[in-house]
């Protein structure tokens, strides 16, 4: 009889943890659900209004050029570069600069002009250094720490110099037209120890790019010049841009194709994708990369194309807004003219279309998900959309 009411009390206990564990499994599954339906309705809202969370009144708009910049906003034009709280200059520096570049990573931006001899770097805080090059300044990259790539030009030959915030020299390479060929583009990884460069070289009367990745850590300093690897397959197509994307990834836009590169130590080709359209713009984030591609398609004669790091082709979408500028917003897309904006997720759906009343100078992202820092004649707004 004892053996029997211990067999029955197994058999409870054993049937009291099933329905737990169903009633567990049943509620995951509705949490799981709910998540879901959450996603897909946020996913697919679409917005018809915005409203103005922060606005600041400021004279001059006109004619300067803004960047996120850390917490703040980095406005610049050729009479010198300024870093905004709100409407209040943190700093500002002035200058006199025609053809300036400029490059920022992070809370640092290093700004000169070109065929002068000096380079600027700033943070956040303020000015952290002055350089002074050998020869006259091409082009140029920041890391996040404000170390600076810059290509310099000599009668006979290029120059690529790495120098720190302080001025100090941390590797040069001398670059000749028919030997390496002419670096047309450059980036510098975030922490500043990882080069990728875009050499355009004439051969046999032929124009031909080559892409070669440098490390100036204690990985590369067994190397030749530092040189960890390059890459000769683009045949007669230009690679006129290249870019750290993040701290392990590059990416080389050519006129026909783009590669995707992983570069933990030495570089390797994570994707190369050929596209045979003409590309009339590119664009890319940390997490994405994009183009717009010319079509036949007289209603909508733009092609969006959007992949992931991998190569993944994530968005293909026809469209017919007519933008002058176009860039990320995390996982959206945000197009606008001197009037207009466009705001698209990566689903290709339309969230939200404005005509501004005061016309747009530009339009930045903000921290928070569809909220964005707008530019017009009147000052700086904060806008969310509703």
């Known amino acids: 009889m004892e053996k029997q009411e211990t067999n029955d009390y197994i058999s409870k206990i054993k049937k009291h943890?099933?329905?737990?564990?169903?009633?567990?499994?049943?509620?995951?599954?509705?949490?799981?659900?709910?998540?879901?339906?959450?996603?897909?309705?946020?996913?697919?809202?679409?917005?018809?209004?915005?409203?103005?969370?922060?606005?600041?009144?400021?004279?001059?708009?006109?004619?300067?050029?803004?960047?996120?910049?850390?917490?703040?906003?980095?406005?610049?034009?050729?009479?010198?570069?300024?870093?905004?709280?709100?409407?209040?200059?943190?700093?500002?520096?002035?200058?006199?600069?025609?053809?300036?570049?400029?490059?920022?990573?992070?809370?640092?931006?290093?700004?000169?002009?070109k065929n002068t001899n000096k380079i600027y770097i700033f943070n956040t805080e303020g000015q952290q250094g002055e350089i002074n090059t050998q020869y006259p300044l091409v082009n140029l990259a920041v890391a996040e720490q404000g170390v600076v790539a810059a290509v310099l030009e000599a009668d006979d030959a290029n120059y690529i110099e790495v120098i720190d915030s302080n001025g100090m020299e941390l590797v040069t390479g001398r670059t000749v037209l028919n030997g390496d060929g002419y670096p047309i583009d450059l980036s510098l990884s975030n922490d500043g120890t990882k080069l990728i460069v875009s050499y355009l070289k004439v051969d046999e009367e032929q124009c031909k790019t080559s892409i070669a990745f440098y490390n100036f850590s204690e990985i590369g300093k067994n190397e030749i010049d530092r040189l960890m690897a390059g890459f000769n397959q683009y045949d007669t197509a230009i690679v006129p841009k290249v870019e750290f994307l993040n701290n392990d990834t590059a990416c080389a836009f050519a006129d026909d194709r783009f590669t995707i590169y992983s570069m933990k130590q030495k570089p390797e080709i994570v994707c190369e994708e050929m596209i045979d359209q003409k590309i009339k713009s590119i664009f890319y984030n940390d997490s994405y990369i994009g183009f717009v591609l010319h079509n036949e398609n007289l209603e909508n004669p733009n092609t969006l194309k959007v992949y992931n790091l991998k190569g993944r082709h994530i968005l293909s979408k026809n469209f017919d807004f007519s933008y002058t500028d176009i860039g990320f917003a995390k996982d959206s897309i945000v197009m606008y003219n001197d009037e207009e904006c466009s705001i698209m997720s990566l689903k290709g759906v339309e969230k939200y279309r404005e005509t501004f009343v005061n016309g747009i100078i530009e339009i930045l992202p903000s921290k928070n998900t569809y909220e964005y820092l707008l530019m017009d004649i009147d000052g700086i707004k904060k806008i969310k959309l509703k």
């Open 17 to 113: 943890k099933r329905k737990i564990r169903i009633a567990v499994a049943v509620i995951v599954l509705m949490i799981i659900c709910t998540v879901v339906v959450i996603s897909i309705v946020i996913r697919n809202k679409k917005y018809n209004s915005y409203q103005i969370v922060e606005e600041y009144a400021m004279d001059d708009m006109i004619g300067g050029e803004y960047y996120n910049f850390g917490d703040y906003i980095l406005k610049y034009n050729s009479d010198g570069i300024c870093c905004l709280k709100g409407k209040t200059p943190v700093w500002n520096q002035a200058f006199e600069m025609q053809n300036p570049v400029l490059d920022i990573c992070g809370k640092y931006v290093a700004v000169g002009e």
